[in-house]
């Protein structure tokens, strides 16, 4: 093999990962220098993905018509072209080509994939009449009850399955409240269209979608609910009713965080109005000690909070008391010594830039080295505990029964910056500081009462 050969294949792991993360900005610009030379390889083919995934479908098409002139059989390029039919809404021909690629190739995931979500387009569309219907009394039946139009609405769509992004599609969102329901009077009762659209799009469906299992008929209780908008959220998973939890939740603001765009933006209902409009819905401004009911809950849910409660072994005992017996408390907990378990930029690798003031400080495990030079009001010792996965598992084991403990890594791309020097340079800092803090991303935690 030739040097510009392996030079060109290393190019493409760069590719390959810098996609995979989807950064597709990069992988342009290391695919445009390969395509000056090889018009109709590989290069053609990764670029008609780029184009496609930016909305350049024309450019896709006549990429992947280079490279198939010498591979008309070639799986993943009938893949790329089912996707260019499936984003202009040639739904059956979409279907054919990506049919076609499994016939190739039986393990080809894409495919799979694609013909799962042209399942859920073509549901969708049968879906809209019915929630156009219910879109266009669901205000009025808060007050006047739903009437039978609405209610057979409501039944067509809970017999729908929903599709694989019902966490990110409003439609398929929509479809998997009423799916997803216990009760369809009272999904009517608490259907609010604006909510279930910006829910998806501030991504605030993702988390009760992983939790599922935990939410479906549910009386769930957010725990740092934050702003509170996870309400909505949990209601299109299928849960009987949402508890927000939060001592500083801001109750008459619109502001909150768009959890996909990683920014502040305006959600255009405040805590509050949420609360009024919806009777499964309730938010406290307060902590667990001090809420104005006494009752348990079938799940307390936990996201990305519990590396912010200071107090977390007080934090955790006035939880106990929210638990019946068959209760579950689960939580997803961003571990500290991970790679950005600073909270701030750059959040991956991909997105380093030295040039943006205080990457350098913290990118590369380095927030852990400057942590005794930080005034005592910097944001890491005022909102962030700093506890070890030892010591958070102990304090849990404490209050609950561990029935799931899952360190998840951080990913490839991360971990293969995690050099020896790096570990030597930490453990100047935290001498017994194990490798698998340093890998692990976040602990996944289902627990029980003891």
């Given at each position: 093999m030739s040097d510009q050969v392996k030079g060109q294949d290393a190019e493409l792991d760069q590719v390959r990962q810098a996609m995979s993360v989807r950064d597709f900005a990069k992988?342009?610009?290391?695919?445009?220098?390969?395509?000056?030379?090889?018009?109709?390889?590989?290069?053609?083919?990764?670029?008609?993905?780029?184009?496609?995934?930016?909305?350049?479908?024309?450019?896709?098409?006549?990429?992947?018509?280079?490279?198939?002139?010498?591979?008309?059989?070639?799986?993943?390029?009938?893949?790329?072209?089912?996707?260019?039919?499936?984003?202009?809404?040639?739904?059956?021909?979409?279907?054919?080509?990506?049919?076609?690629?499994?016939?190739?190739?039986?393990?080809?995931?894409?495919?799979?994939?694609?013909?799962?979500?042209?399942?859920?387009?073509?549901?969708?569309?049968?879906?809209?009449?019915?929630?156009?219907?219910?879109?266009?009394g669901y205000i009025a039946a808060?007050?006047?009850?739903?009437?039978?139009?609405?209610?057979?609405?409501?039944?067509?769509?809970?017999?729908?399955?929903p599709g694989p992004d019902w966490n990110s599609d409003p439609v398929q969102a929509k479809i998997a409240y009423f799916h997803f329901a216990s009760d369809l009077d009272w999904a009517l009762r608490n259907y609010d269209a604006h909510l279930v659209d910006v829910s998806c799009r501030f991504d605030y469906v993702t988390w009760p979608k992983r939790i599922h299992d935990m939410v479906k008929d549910k009386t769930v209780i957010d725990v740092g609910c934050g702003f509170g908008g996870y309400g909505?959220?949990?209601?299109?998973?299928?849960?009987?009713?949402?508890?927000?939890?939060?001592?500083?939740?801001?109750?008459?603001?619109?502001?909150?965080?768009?959890?996909?765009?990683?920014?502040?933006?305006?959600?255009?209902?405040?805590?509050?109005?949420?609360?009024?409009?919806?009777?499964?819905?309730?938010?406290?401004?307060?902590?667990?000690?001090?809420?104005?009911?006494?009752?348990?809950?079938?799940?307390?849910?936990?996201?990305?909070?519990?590396?912010?409660?200071?107090?977390?072994?007080?934090?955790?005992?006035?939880?106990?008391p929210l638990l019946h017996d068959t209760s579950r408390i689960v939580f997803l907990h961003h571990n500290y010594y991970c790679w950005n378990g600073h909270h701030f930029a750059p959040n991956r690798p991909d997105q380093i830039d030295l040039s943006v003031p205080g990457q350098a400080q913290v990118y590369d495990w380095q927030h852990i080295d400057i942590m005794d030079d930080l005034p005592d009001d910097h944001?890491?010792?005022?909102?962030?505990?700093?506890?070890?996965?030892?010591?958070?598992?102990?304090?849990?084991?404490?209050?609950f029964d561990v029935e799931i403990w899952d360190e998840i890594p951080s990913s490839a791309a991360t971990l293969e910056r995690l050099t020896p020097e790096i570990i030597e340079r930490v453990r100047k800092k935290l001498p017994d500081i194990q490798e698998r803090e340093l890998t692990t991303n976040v602990v996944y935690c289902v627990a029980s009462k003891k």
């Open positions: 992988a342009r610009d290391l695919l445009e220098p390969m395509l000056k030379t090889r018009k109709a390889g590989v290069p053609a083919f990764f670029m008609a993905r780029v184009e496609i995934e930016e909305g350049n479908l024309d450019a896709a098409r006549t990429l992947l018509d280079a490279f198939q002139a010498t591979r008309p059989k070639h799986a993943g390029a009938k893949v790329q072209r089912a996707r260019i039919l499936f984003a202009e809404g040639q739904l059956a021909e979409a279907r054919q080509l990506a049919k076609d690629a499994l016939e190739i190739n039986p393990n080809i995931a894409p495919a799979e994939r694609l013909l799962e979500r042209i399942a859920a387009a073509e549901i969708a569309a049968e879906a809209k009449a019915h929630i156009d219907v219910i879109e266009a808060r007050t006047d009850g739903p009437t039978e139009d609405m209610r057979a609405a409501a039944k067509a769509l809970a017999g729908m399955e909505m959220g949990f209601l299109i998973a299928g849960a009987k009713s949402y508890a927000g939890l939060d001592p500083v939740m801001k109750l008459d603001s619109t502001r909150a965080k768009n959890k996909r765009l990683r920014e502040w933006d305006d959600m255009g209902v405040t805590p509050n109005e949420i609360a009024a409009a919806l009777p499964a819905v309730r938010l406290f401004q307060c902590i667990a000690e001090d809420m104005p009911v006494q009752e348990t809950f079938d799940t307390i849910a936990l996201h990305n909070v519990t590396e912010h409660l200071i107090q977390l072994d007080l934090v955790f005992s006035g939880l106990v944001y890491f010792r005022t909102h962030l505990n700093r506890i070890r996965l030892d010591e958070i598992k102990a304090i849990t084991e404490k209050y």
